[in-house]
């Protein structure tokens, strides 16, 4: 059973508009929410973070919005760069360091000329 | 910020041999490193996770005998393959907590792409 959730396997964004990608969790005792972006043969790479105690955090062009009535978060960049053009994966775990992270299955943006 | 490094970067070997890919810590420590393995579309799976100076913990449905992990010091954690088949041939990513950092991510590898023939 998938504990988190990325049903949209792509998604094409004009430059200059805003992506959204979205994000479904089950487990309810997940604490800490996180975006990783990836490109081809490499290891993904930490984008930003949010704890269940918020419901949103901002870190320049990204913004991850949490709602945890829903099990639902997503992850807003804007405006959308030719760079943006990758894989994004959503994952979650718990608070502690040592914590495993359970990810999800990836979107792929194109973001479009 | 942290560095994360695998050696090697790509492997190809044939179908029978035993493949050791190797996660190095390079500026901190880690009692704890995660592997993982990416599939075709794009999924990364966790493996296990890798545990210095005790056994690695195996997720449901990874074989313990064929993929055997070891954590010999607190920046250093292996990944064997054992007698590879052409279905294990992937992209395999280990990452890893600063045991030292006040918050709390996890630094990924770059990654060894594995080819089984």
């Known amino acids: 059973d998938q504990q988190v959730k990325q049903n949209s396997p792509s998604l094409s964004v004009q430059e200059g508009r805003i992506s959204i990608l979205n994000c479904d969790y089950t487990n309810s005792m997940f604490d800490y929410f996180l975006w990783y972006k990836k490109y081809p043969a490499e290891g993904p790479t930490f984008l930003i973070s949010?704890?269940?105690?918020?419901d949103k955090n901002e870190d320049g062009r990204f913004t991850v919005f949490l709602n945890k009535s829903a099990k639902h978060l997503s992850l807003h960049i804007v405006p959308s760069q030719p760079g943006d053009s990758a894989v994004y994966f959503c994952a979650a775990s718990g608070m502690n360091r040592d914590d495993k992270i359970i990810f999800g299955k990836g979107t792929r943006l194109h973001i479009l000329p | 910020g942290a560095v994360v490094s695998q050696h090697p970067s790509w492997v190809i070997c044939k179908s029978g041999t035993s493949v050791k890919i190797e996660c190095r810590s390079l500026?901190?420590?880690?009692?704890?490193m995660f592997w993982y393995r990416q599939f075709p579309k794009q999924s990364l799976m966790l493996m296990a996770t890798s545990n210095e100076g005790s056994k690695a913990t195996y997720e449901q449905g990874v074989e313990k005998d064929k993929f055997l992990i070891n954590h010999a010091s607190l920046t250093l954690s292996t990944l064997t393959v054992t007698s590879a088949h052409p279905e294990d041939s992937s992209f395999y990513i280990c990452?890893?907590?600063?045991?030292?950092?006040?918050?709390?991510?996890?630094?990924f590898g770059p990654g060894t792409r594995l080819t089984v023939t």
């Open positions: 500026d901190f420590q880690a009692t704890t």
């Open positions: 949010i704890s269940s105690i918020k």
């Open positions: 990452s890893a907590a600063d045991q030292a950092g006040i918050s709390y991510e996890q630094y």
